[in-house]
Structures are given as C-alpha cells and as structure tokens.
C-alpha cells in the first residue's frame, strides 16, 4: 500500500525567507508525487508534479521540488516566500492505486 | 469553462436525517472521489469511482454512500448523519489514462457540512 507523510505541520516564516517542506512516501514501485496549495477558504490546487525524467520539478508561482528516489522523499522547496504564500500545502502519491494518497498537510503561514 | 462543482456549499443538519451533496463535473473524467477534511488530519479519502457503476471504498467510508450512474456525477449519500461526519468534503476528478500516464486532480469548492 503507498503512503505519505509530512514532517511539518505547521512552518511560519518572515517574508523573504527560504522554505523547504518535506514530503517523505513510501511504495516500492514506480510513483506519481504531487504538491497541492490550498489557500485561506479555498479548495485545493495543483503546485506541481512528477512523473519521469528530470528530478528536479518546476511548478506555479516560485516553487519547486525534488525527487530523490533513494530517500523516498518530494520536498517542496521557494527561495524566498511571500505573504501570499499563507497556505496549506498537501504532498500526495500515486502508486499502485488509480487515486493518489495525501499527507496531513504543512500549514505554512508568512509573516509580512 | 473546466470545473467541478458541488452542491451544497454549506450544510447545517440534525442527526439521522439522510442529505446528499451533489458533485458534478464537465471535463469527461474517468476517475471521481470524494475526501474529507478535518483539522490536524488532512485529506481523508471517503469512496472513489473508476468509471460509470464502478466504485470503491477508500480509507474511511463508514457511513457514507456513493452512486456513479452517469460518468459526469458522482454524488455522496450520508444516509444516516451523525456529529463525527461534521467536516468539510471535497469532490475532485481526473482523467482516467491508462498506467502511470495520470494527471492531477480537479477539486471542487468543498461542501462544509455541520451535524447538530
């Protein structure tokens, strides 16, 4: 069974400051790893994704991740995070099952 | 315009009186399910649904059913209620391609529900 867990629940940071979030699954197999965002009130948005091909992930707005397969992991990574950043942040994986599996989420807020 | 929706938005019940919230979306997707979401636990997948008349249950389905009689809709039945079903659920499809060719999934806007 594929699973996915966050370290960070909650992260608060000063505008300008770097950020990672980890993002650790575990499947033996081939996955699909995601980011979502979901902002104050709002349902959830796709950040960015991995398939295949280049670890490194480019998504929306700044952000980043990196799939390093011998460590299970997809941390999301910004090098210098917004107030508009406030949001909740989901890791989600897909292995063996046709629906992916969420982490508990990282709520990240930004101070101005 | 792509989306999914979900009707109600919000929900304000009383304990055994059976509700269904709607979930409708317009990009012809295979896959369809439903989460909930509650504070400190993140998405909690309820049921899912690989295509029309195919469902299955995900990690909580206690008290919740589904029907998935036309590939658009894929409403969730709480046939009885009661106040641990007090959450927020999100409706959310994706294309159905075979393998690992699999894209993300669309969410609608959540459906807050609260059981008295």
């Known amino acids: 069974a594929q699973s996915v867990s966050q370290h960070n629940h909650h992260v608060i940071l000063s505008e300008a400051a770097s950020l990672e979030l980890g993002c650790n699954y575990s499947y033996g197999g081939t996955v699909n790893l995601f980011w979502y965002v979901q902002y104050p009130g709002q349902h959830l948005q796709l950040l960015l994704k991995?398939?295949?091909?280049?670890?490194l992930v480019k998504g929306i707005k700044g952000f980043e991740a990196e799939f390093i397969k011998s460590k299970f992991s997809f941390n999301l990574r910004k090098p210098s995070v917004q107030w508009s950043d406030t949001a909740e942040y989901f890791c989600?994986?897909?292995?063996?099952?046709?629906?992916?599996?969420f982490g508990r989420g990282t709520s990240l807020i930004v101070h101005p | 315009e792509a989306q999914v929706t979900q009707n109600p938005r919000y929900l304000i019940t009383v304990t055994g009186k059976k509700l269904t919230v709607t979930c409708s979306q317009n990009m012809n997707h295979e896959y369809m399910s439903w989460y909930r979401q509650d504070p400190g636990l993140g998405l909690r997948q309820i049921y899912y649904?690989?295509?029309?008349?195919?469902?299955d249950k995900g990690d909580v389905p206690e008290g919740y059913k589904v029907s998935r009689k036309e590939k658009r809709n894929f409403p969730l039945i709480l046939e009885s209620p009661s106040p641990n079903q007090t959450s927020l659920y999100f409706c959310?499809?994706?294309?159905?391609?075979?393998?690992?060719?699999?894209?993300?999934?669309?969410f609608g806007p959540g459906t807050r529900l609260t059981v008295l």
């Open positions: 959310a499809s994706s294309t159905g391609q075979g393998g690992l060719s699999y894209n993300e999934q669309f």
């Open positions: 991995y398939f295949s091909g280049d670890p």
């Open positions: 649904s690989m295509n029309v008349e195919v469902t």
């Open positions: 989600a994986v897909r292995g063996g099952s046709y629906i992916p599996t």
